[in-house]
């Protein structure tokens, strides 16, 4: 069973910094992040695969990045130069397969997200 478990979101000025943690368990394939505005679907931000290949959305590029730590079964988003638009809620996911992890499609498990608000 598969389980994911985000925290690190909070309240921020633009041009500040956070980070992103996401405890996982039962994961077998690719991790990415994904935020969703409200009214809006939910948007890739950046996977990463088995060998540590990262992957990034244009809009984050240059100011996130994501990476795991396979001895603490944790997934990180550091969060740079962040902006009002990246106001969102965030989201930990998981794949069933270490396959295709630039892809945003055929993410199958979901965490339960964490509170991202940038201010002016």
């Known amino acids: 069973q598969v389980q994911l478990k985000e925290s690190g979101g909070g309240s921020v000025q633009a041009g500040g910094s956070l980070t992103l943690s996401c405890v996982v368990s039962g994961v077998t394939g690719c991790m990415g992040w994904f935020r969703r505005v409200p009214g809006k679907q939910r948007v890739w931000v950046s996977s990463i695969s088995a060998d540590g290949t990262t992957y990034y959305a244009d809009s984050v590029k240059g100011r996130f990045t994501i990476s795991k730590d396979n001895a603490k079964n944790t997934l990180y988003l550091q969060m740079n130069s962040l902006k009002p638009e990246d106001t969102a809620l965030y989201y930990c996911?998981?794949?069933?397969?270490?396959?295709?992890?630039?892809?945003?499609?055929?993410?199958?498990?979901w965490g339960q997200g964490t509170q991202v608000t940038v201010s002016s």
């Open positions: 996911a998981a794949k069933a397969l270490w396959a295709y992890c630039e892809s945003s499609y055929s993410f199958t498990d």
